[in-house]
């Protein structure tokens, strides 16, 4: 019998016969006895946040583009006009920075908690506990209403807890509050 041939019974051919198995056909990390966790189900948030944040953005550093060049201009000397370019490069910055910052954020409904998870450069995930949690809000100001927009915020007995998901449809916050809502009523009362 020759090493490596299919006959094999030895560990060097159970090893080759595992790299050719699939992703499917692999033991699960967990092992047999434990079951392996599953990654959550990630919903990020809707692009008309970031439509509204970048409009926002775009009418307060327009106006102050617009006074830095012509206030400047027409008081000193036109080359003091070149002071415009400060807010016109914030404003580049600011674009990028808002797309990353909205793609950073993203919440998933886990069987007995709710991670929300944002940041670019330090990410932050905050992990709710249904059965912790006191009040769901649903809030949308002028601005946010008028993109169709709207906010969940949790409340915990522990201020530091409390977490926000901003920029959602009305239809899903509510959708989102209603079900934190009988997920912790559900919770709290095996307390």
Known sequence: ???GSPDDTGTAGATRAADRAGPAD???PAGP???AREEPVWTGLPPGLLRMR???LVVWLGLLTLAAGVLPALF???LWAALAL???ALLAWGWVMLGRNWRSWR???RADDLLISRGVLWREETVVPYGRMQLVEVTSGPVERHFGLASVQLHTAAAATDATIPGLDPAEAERLRDRLTELGEARSAGL
Do not use: I
């Open 33 to 35: 006895a434990g079951p």
């Open 1 to 3: 019998m020759e090493t």
């Open 76 to 78: 000193l000397a036109p």
């Open 54 to 56: 970048r409009l926002l």
């Open 107 to 109: 919440y998933a409904e």
């Open 86 to 88: 400060l807010p016109l």
């Open 26 to 28: 692999r033991p699960s």
